[in-house]
């Protein structure tokens, strides 16, 4: 594998994530990224659409697929799971895809499906990291765990979340712990929209403005999240401190609850992570 602060980087899927993280890492300005230009990239996707849009925004080099890559030292598998082992039997054909310590870097993102499954489609001996990130990374603020596959050393292990953490934060998990991760953070913009959505049409329907009403509602999540961060309150003591006895804000929550509010969020992520599981069969 080449320099850690330098790495050539095939990115197999120019989709959301794949753009999220490749776009984001040529946008870091520390760590491991700090290094790295768009000429460092190349990016595969079937797509032609897909292809004219990463070269044109960000000059990525691309491909159709894995098998036309001529050299990589990491190779960022960001493609669906229901498509990962086709992907992955085009990347067999690539003799640059060679497995062994002289072989690249894979790193999967795809929710479900387990190191041990990747590593039997792989070249032999392939040093794996699965990582679970989130979408905010194309905006630095993203939340990505990661953990090993059996051939990755440690090494492997702290240069990934390195990659990582140049878009956010990275923290390495046992890989149990990835679908419960995975429908947290990785699923949680969704929720984090969902709930800017809801709260955005509360208040239309209270008479504000909805575009007021949205950017008043994104400003508080933003706000909430960089409070909690600073003075490091559990979120149970902060929904305690803009709670007045007998106010508006108790008469919310408590109406909040009586329509499943906790319950459908807790039902949720229990029902990605059943999701995800199912997925890694595919």
């Known amino acids: 594998m080449a320099a850690l602060d330098h790495p050539r980087i095939a990115v197999i899927g120019g989709g959301k994530m794949g753009e999220a993280i490749a776009g984001g890492l040529v946008g870091a300005s520390d760590g491991v990224a700090a290094q790295l230009s768009a000429a460092d990239f190349v990016i595969a996707d079937p797509g032609e659409a897909r292809r004219e849009h990463l070269a044109a925004r960000y000059g990525f080099s691309c491909v159709a697929d894995g098998r036309e890559v001529d050299a990589a030292d990491v190779v960022l598998l960001a493609v669906k799971p229901q498509v990962m082992m086709g992907v992955l039997e085009q990347l067999s054909e690539n003799p640059a895809f060679s497995g062994g310590a002289d072989g690249p870097l894979f790193i999967s993102i795809a929710a479900g499906l387990a190191t041990s499954k990747l590593e039997a489609a792989l070249p032999p001996d392939s040093r794996l990291v699965r990582a679970m990130p989130n979408t905010p990374l194309l905006v630095a603020r993203g939340a990505t765990a990661l953990a090993r596959g059996a051939r990755a050393t440690e090494d492997d292990l702290a240069f990934a979340c390195g990659l990582f953490s ?73 929904r305690i401190a803009v709670c007045s006895p007998g106010g508006s804000t108790l008469a919310a929550l408590a109406a909040m609850e009586e329509g499943g509010f906790s319950a459908s969020l807790e039902a949720g992520v229990a029902a990605a992570v059943r999701r995800s599981k199912e997925l890694g069969q595919c």
């Open 166 to 238: 140049c878009l956010g934060i990275a923290q390495a998990v046992d890989e149990d712990a990835l679908d419960a991760v995975g429908a947290v953070s990785g699923s949680g913009p969704a929720y984090v929209a969902a709930l800017v959505e809801a709260l955005r049409d509360g208040g239309v329907k209270e008479g504000l403005d909805a575009a007021l009403a949205e950017r008043l509602a994104l400003q508080t999540v933003l706000g909430t999240a960089e409070l909690m961060l600073r003075t490091g309150d559990s979120p149970e003591k902060t």
